[in-house]
């Protein structure tokens, strides 16, 4: 039963039972995306949220795959890194005992293999009979379709809903659909080989007659279409897994490969970079991650920032394809209903009936603090990476629209700090990257009233305009770079003043609309040592801090120190860990010279790693402390995968090396590199600067990481500065 909220809560999701499995399945491509449980089925039970999605609908909700009118049992299921390949394997349970036709659980094996590509999901199921006698059974799918927007399924209540359209139902196929408020068709559409022996608008039976040793092959595949264009042709299975897998292959051919001494890191990386594979959508202007499965599968700006951040040293066509993006897709108008002003970044951008009709404001979104100063800073560590400035040159006036929105519009009183405030009761009251309603407040617990300035923004508008200082000194705009400075110098130590709390010993969340300091012990305090805005006192202050058992849960930091009033280690953003939250505050650790305090962040994400199914992080977990043989505590509707979760373990990593690059000296730098002692050895393949690439290998010894080049191309220079 759903529940009725707050308004100021009414974008959380919702819980009213537990997930249907939390070793679920999920499988993305491009605007498509699935989620499954184990046995390859979607079960409508649970929070309802397994199911085949098109942007923000859900087409179909109900798939089930029996033997015999009963459940196969589970024997195995993975899915394969390489290419997106679920593969599943069940056996027959006991069938029919009382009958002459007996089958014996463990006779039938039952494979199933799908993969998702250009809008429809494909599967394979093959039956092979391994007894001794001919099995003659039944084998089923069962589905349908509620056509559930992706808010509806995190607890968002409706009027009133559209109409299902009337079943098509043909020789070797059903369509099924919906006509929404919005007057857009939705439809579903299966397709069989061969011919089901009978079939209905929700079920399709195959009547199975197997001598021994003998096996079945049936194929389906399930296409999402939306609006009256035609779909796009089906294939066979066989075509949509070899170009399935073409895709994969082409679009990770460029990219940085990592190989370590340790297995397991090894999986962490492995499954990482599938994952972000799996999310990364194409766009006109490039590739873009979307956040996370399966709550936000699509557009987000300040994920999208921070994931390609981390990631930048490892393929900088992410970053290209992000900046592109959110170019396109900046403001040029204030519009209150979106918390939109000109020059400011785009929050997140939602396709669904709901976008459409106006139930919800996310059609294209812009109420968030830190995207536009983060875009900027992300154009700056973009140029640094790549050197590619006619792709600077093509951004600069938004880079210059972003500037201009940080000082008109985010600085809403004229004090030199950026703030927000919702414009929009249907907006976020929390703008920061902490975006839940109760994240921000006051060490008795009263929630900060707007406009609230976050310390950790600041810092991201400090790194901005230096950033834009350098960007407009190439560009000839010496003028401007030299006030970006000044305005960079100004804004350093007027935040250092206004910020630091001693009675904390590190810096306070935020100051409210009364300029009175929240003076509650979070890890936003962490992210001025990325941006670089700390002092050198306060940033060892700060790190040490984060370290005690208050705040390091032994398995990362958590959002808040466990003593504060509205700590909760099960909450969303006052007690959880977040990887991303970790791997930030871990390179401004090793950015202040705690490479030391950095490495013990790092063991900590790699603990964690240990007990991840399919050892993916998560977007996050509870922050209860760590106890002895016992992993860490999962959060029930943490979107896994996620995108900033999986790039952490490579921004870990390079902040441990101090890996930098100079790429107008095509110089890759090696400051003071540590390893932890987990990994002995790491290699290190394409590594690309400008168009040449090096291999490297890291060797740690006692007392130092030793850097070897095993290949290089002639302009390639590797310095290690110890």
Known sequence: MIQKIRIEEQWYILATSSPADDRRRVLKADEIFGLFDRFGDIQPIGLGEEGIYRGDTCFLSHLELQIGGARPMFLNSTVKDENGLFVIELMNPDLHPDDKTYIPKGTVHIFRAKLLYDGACYEHVRVINFGLQPVETRLSLLFGGDYKDIFEVRGFQRGKRGKALEPEVRDAGVTIGYRGLDNTVRRTALSFEPVPDALAADRADFDLELPPKDEVHIYFAIQCELGEAPAAPVLSYFDA????????????????????????????????????????????????????????????????????????????????????????????????????????????????????????????????????????????????????????????????????????????????????????????????????????????????????????????????????????????????????????????????????????????????????????????????????????????????????????????????????????????????????????????????????????????????????????????????????????????????????????????????????????QREIRFRKPQLPSFLDAVEIRDLAIGDSTVDLRLQRYPNNVGVNVIRKDDAVNVVSVA
């Open 241 to 664: 897994y070899t170009r399935a897998s073409e895709s994969a292959r082409a679009r990770q051919e460029h990219r940085t490969k990592v190989q370590s001494s340790d297995t397991l890191f090894n999986s962490w990386v492995d499954r990482s970079n599938a994952d972000l594979l799996m999310l990364t959508t194409r766009q006109p202007q490039g590739d873009y991650p979307y956040a996370g499965l399966p709550w936000y599968s699509t557009t987000f700006g300040r994920d999208g920032i921070l994931t390609a951040w981390q990631y930048l040293w490892i393929d900088p066509r992410l970053a290209k394809g992000v900046l592109g993006f959110l170019a396109d897709a900046q403001a040029t108008q204030a519009d209150p209903a979106r918390d939109a002003e000109p020059g400011k970044i785009l929050h997140e951008a939602r396709q669904g009936e709901l976008a459409e009709l106006g139930e919800i404001p996310f059609r294209r979104y812009y109420g968030t603090v830190d995207a536009t100063p983060l875009f900027v800073g992300l154009a700056g560590a973009y140029y640094e990476r790549t050197g590619d400035l006619a792709f600077i040159k093509s951004i600069w006036g938004n880079i210059r629209n972003a500037l201009r929105w940080i000082d008109e519009f985010g600085d809403r009183d004229g004090d030199g700090f950026v703030e927000y405030a919702r414009y929009t009761e249907s907006g976020l009251a929390q703008q920061g990257w902490k975006d839940s309603h109760d994240s921000i407040f006051h060490s008795d617990g009263e929630m900060a009233a707007a406009p609230i300035a976050l310390c950790e923004v600041q810092g991201y508008v400090y790194d901005a305009k230096l950033q834009a200082a350098r960007l407009a000194r190439l560009l000839g705009e010496d003028a401007l770079s030299a006030d970006l400075e000044k305005q960079a110098r100004e804004l350093k130590r007027h935040f250092n003043e206004a910020f630091w709390c001693e009675e904390l010993d590190m810096y306070a969340l935020a100051l409210d609309g009364k300029k009175r300091q929240c003076a509650v012990g979070s890890s936003n305090a962490g992210h001025p040592l990325w941006s670089g805005i700390a002092t050198q006192e306060y940033a060892l202050r700060t790190a040490n801090r984060l370290l005690k058992p208050d705040f390091f849960s032994g398995w990362g930091i958590r959002t808040i120190r466990n003593d504060e009033v509205r700590y909760n280690p099960m909450a969303y953003h006052n007690g959880s860990v977040w990887p991303h939250d970790n791997a930030i505050i871990a390179a401004g650790m090793a950015r202040y010279g705690l490479t030391n305090s950095a490495m013990q962040v790092f063991n900590a994400m790699r603990d964690v790693i240990l007990y991840m199914d399919q050892h993916r992080m998560p977007e996050l977990f509870c922050g209860f402390e760590k106890r002895e043989d016992e992993g860490p505590t999962l959060y029930p509707v943490a979107c896994s995968p996620q995108a900033w979760a999986a790039t952490t373990v490579f921004y870990l990593l390079q902040a441990c090396l101090g890996l930098s690059f100079n790429p107008e």
